[in-house]
Structure formats: C-alpha cells, structure tokens
C-alpha cells in the first residue's frame, strides 16, 4: 500500500513539474494564436504581470502570474514569511490575513484579486518595539506550542477583537472557528483572546 | 495548479461573453472551492474570469421578497436584517457554512454551484463517472457520507450546498443569465438528479451561463426552521440537514414544505412529510410522524445507515423550531 502510494504521488509530482516547465512556453505559443484572438479585452497571464499590492499599509510591486495566491506572493515575493503556508486548502487558517477589515485564507485568495485593498499581515501589528495587545495577551497566556498557527491566530484573534471590543466567550469562540491548532492549545488561545478584549463573561 | 489568464470584467455581459474566451473557461468568485480544486487537479482552467465585480453584490427587496445578487458573501447574507427577519432558515444555513473567513470570501453564487465533497471526487487518481470516467467508486467503497436517496442514478454524491435547501423550501427562483439574454429556474427544478447524461454536473447551468440573482418570493405568514446535523460544532459539512416551511390554519398547519440536505445528488424534498404535517398542529408527535414520512423509501449505502436517524432527528428539530417550541 504504501510502495502504491508513493508511486502515485511520484507520477503526480512528474506531471506537476512537466506542466511548470511546459507552461511558460505553451503560454507563448497560445497567446500568438488562437487564445489571443478571443480572449476578452483585458485578460491578464497566464504568464508574470504586475501586480502592485498595499501591505500593511506599503506599496509592493510584484510580477507575478494571475494563479498567485495572496499568501505565496506575500511571503515569496513581498519576502513577509510571518503567516504560515499549511494545509493550502482554506483549512486550518495559518495563513490568515486581514483583508479591507475581514478575515481571509490567503491561500485560498488570489493576489491579483486583493490589488487596491488594505492587506494586514502578522508583520504589521507591532509598533516598532511594542507589541499589539493581541501579541502581548497570547505571550502572557503561552497561547503557542510550536507556533506555526499563531500568526493566523493572532490575525484571527486581532480582527475579532477589532469587531467585538469586549467579546463573550460564545463570540470567540465563532470568530476563531476558521483556525486549527495541531499541538490543542486553544484553550490558552481563547485565554488570550479574552485577555486582549478584555474580561466580558456577558 | 496549473496557470491560467485571468479577467475581471465589470459587468455581467462582458463576464459571459469573456466565458466563451476559448479553452477551459471558468467563473471564479470566492474562490474558496474553485481554487481548491485546480490546486488539486480535479480540474484544470485556461482563464478564470472573475464574476465579483460583475454580479450584484447587494440584498434588494422584490414584490414583498428579496432580490439576492450572487455576488453577496455568505457573511453579508447571514447577517443581513432582512434576511434574518423574513428567511431565518436562508441566514442559519449561510451563517453555518464553513468559518469566518470562508464566509468572508464565499459567495451565494458560489456556495449554489460548489461541486460535490465526495472524497473519490476530490481526488485526482480516483477518474469517476463526474471526472469523464465509467464508475462511482463509492459502491465499493467508503461512502459514509453518501446519499440515501435519490442515488438509483450513476452518481452518489450528495448535494454539498447548504444554502440550496431553503431556497427550495422557500420556493426561491434563479436567475440566469447568458449569451441569449435571461432565464429565472424554479430552485427545484435547477438542481438535477445524475444520469449518464448529465453527470458530470449538479444543475442546469451552461458553461456560457452565470447565476445572477436568487429571488425570494413574498414570505407571507410563513414560519421555517431549519436544522443541521454535524459531526462536529465547527467547521465542516453538516451530515444531514433539513429546512422546514410551513403557513398555518389557526392551530393547524395548512401547508408545507420540507427539504432535507446533505442526503441526496440534490435538496430532496419529502412530500411524504409535508403530508404528514397539514391539517396537524405543531406538536412533538406531529414532528415525529413527520420525521418518519420522511425517510420513509431511503436507500442506504453499506456505511450510511446511519443518515437515516440523524434525517429524522434534523427533520424533528427543524419544524420544533419552526412552532417556536425548539429547547
């Protein structure tokens, strides 16, 4: 079973790379022809184009392909690696990202699509050497094992309080749903989100 | 994935013209089940064409109802006041969809037309009948979370749509529209049972198609409640759901609509338990008469027995909530 397994992802691997390296110069060939003459006015790619993102308030001018997601363009091309690439599927919520004042799965958004909206990283919480009060509350309460979800907590967390300023418990408990902590430290993490909110037992 | 073009039109005829870009063409708002499945390659686009700044992105009110553009995000749906007033079910089912952050993402649209969880579907290697290949592989397989009813068909997937439920229980009508102008579709009749055929789609959407708008009709006297099974609170699929709609006669119920998810290839509405209600007052024993009606010819898989009860505890619970009596 396991030998099976390996096989297959060795032949999905393949393929995957054989479709990297055809594609830039399949995109050529396709924009000279046919594709060209009935793409829609205004059709970007699928090769690098420009894409100018606003990141914790900075402009970034990146050149990349329209199947870019916001969380790899952040981290691989805007080099802002603090929001953590996990599942990639819109599971777990390490990549949160506070966009234009909501919580989005950066790898289930593309970057071309966020252009001309206010993207929040965990980069852009803290005041030079001061710490967000949300980062302050999940250091006092050890709301981290291994950490790898806490940027997406944190964002997480940081919106909820932004909507609820003093949020019940039931309240953090809905706006935290969308996050997974493999290592189970959620109860220091709902700690900490009623320390950043303040105490509200409502 | 695979890399696509991409276009962002700002009108729904720009956006159905660009569908027929050439090559694979797919519309592309929220994103959150698209992106997924091209990620995954169980499927592949030449261009995406994004439909949000194209569709109508607002809750309108419409001859007494609402006129829902398939723009709006589940989150603005779910928290809409008018919604909440005159659809409660349509603002439960949409406020339980997912997490937050895929409610902000996510849109009416988008939830309508998602393609099946079936974990065979989901999978790359596994080519079935919905992939151009010639078996379901859940009939010798894992299929727990399959249908009971409605699964005679090539296809046994259950209809992953939560929104889709109280849209037919409430008589909703889809607007769509495409290269020759509009078409409003009864929500019942959108959403098709699989033959060989139509198999490798859920609803009656054209490829040159887009859903604009879900129009709800007036909700006179109605009372719904609505009611989902989970395997856990947070976060996933509900295992088997059901939306109840009922106008009363004084203490008796004088008509009925009851929809059940998550068990059949679509909503699967139970005439069996909408005969069991009128006539009848909205009692525990009534609900429970109902509950039974209502699985009443279900045909369970190898692992989905199960459904069977939890359907009827879904059903039970929907029209408790809908006489105002659930605990």
Not at chain 2, 131 to 150: L, M, T
Not at chain 2, 309 to 321: D, Y
Request: charged share 20%; with cysteine.
């Amino acid at each position: 079973m396991a030998q099976n397994e390996d096989d297959v992802s060795a032949v999905s691997r393949r393929d995957f790379f054989k479709t990297v390296g055809v594609s830039g110069l399949a995109t050529g060939v396709l924009a000279a022809t046919e594709q060209q003459a009935q793409a829609a006015p205004g059709t970007l790619g699928p090769g690098p184009v420009p894409v100018r993102l606003t990141i914790n308030g900075r402009p970034y001018n990146l050149h990349i392909e329209p199947r870019v997601t916001l969380l790899d363009a952040v981290r691989d091309h805007a080099l802002l690696t603090g929001n953590k690439r996990v599942c990639d599927r819109g599971t777990c919520g390490a990549c949160t990202m506070i966009v234009d004042g909501r919580t989005v799965y950066a790898c289930s958004t593309l970057a071309i699509e966020t252009q001309g909206k206010k993207i929040r990283t965990v980069e852009g919480l803290a005041n030079g050497g001061t710490l967000h009060p949300v980062q302050e509350a999940f250091c006092d309460k050890d709301a981290m094992m291994c950490g790898f979800c806490t940027p997406g907590f944190v964002m997480a967390t940081v919106a909820l309080i932004e909507k609820f300023p003093h949020p019940t418990p039931a309240q953090i408990r809905h706006e935290l749903n969308g996050n997974v902590c493999r290592c189970g430290t959620f109860n220091r993490v709902l700690e900490a989100a009623a320390q950043a909110g303040g105490v509200n037992h409502g | 994935m695979k890399a696509f073009a991409y276009v962002s039109p700002t009108t729904a005829k720009d956006a159905i013209a660009a569908l027929k870009a050439g090559g694979i063409v797919r519309p592309l708002a929220g994103g959150q089940d698209l992106l997924a499945r091209l990620k995954d390659y169980v499927e592949t686009a030449d261009t995406l064409v994004n439909v949000k700044q194209a569709l109508d992105a607002t809750v309108t009110p419409a001859g007494g109802g609402l006129k829902i553009g398939a723009a709006v995000t589940l989150d603005a749906l779910s928290t809409n006041p008018h919604v909440i007033r005159m659809y409660p079910a349509l603002a439960e089912a949409a406020a339980k969809v997912g997490s937050p952050q895929i409610r902000h993402q996510g849109t009416v649209g988008g939830n309508l037309n998602q393609r099946p969880r079936c974990w065979y579907f989901r999978q790359e290697e596994f080519v079935c009948f919905k992939k151009g290949g010639n078996r379901c592989f859940s009939v010798d397989g894992e299929n727990q979370h399959h249908a009971i009813f409605g699964n005679d068909g090539p296809s046994k997937i259950v209809h992953s749509s939560s929104l889709a439920v109280p849209a037919v229980a409430y008589g909703a009508r889809f607007v769509v529209a495409g290269p020759n102008g509009e078409r409003e579709i009864p929500a019942a009749e959108y959403f098709t049972l699989p033959t060989m055929q139509n198999v490798k789609k859920e609803n009656v959407l054209g490829d040159d198609e887009l859903l604009t708008h879900v129009i709800l009709p007036a909700p006179g006297h109605i009372r719904s409640g609505h009611y989902e099974v989970r395997f856990k609170e947070s976060r996933d699929w509900p295992m088997a759901f059901a939306t109840v709609v009922v106008t009363m006669n004084g203490a008796n119920v004088a008509s009925a609509r009851v929809v059940l998810g998550a068990v059949a290839p679509t909503p699967w509405r139970s005439e069996a338990a909408e005969r069991a209600l009128v006539g009848k007052p909205l009692t525990q024993a009534t609900a429970e008469a109902a509950a039974a009606a209502a699985v009443e010819g279900a045909k369970p898989m190898s692992q989905n027995a199960y459904k069977i009860q939890i359907t009827k505890t879904a059903v039970v619970r929907a029209i408790l909530e809908a006489a105002g009596k659930r605990a």
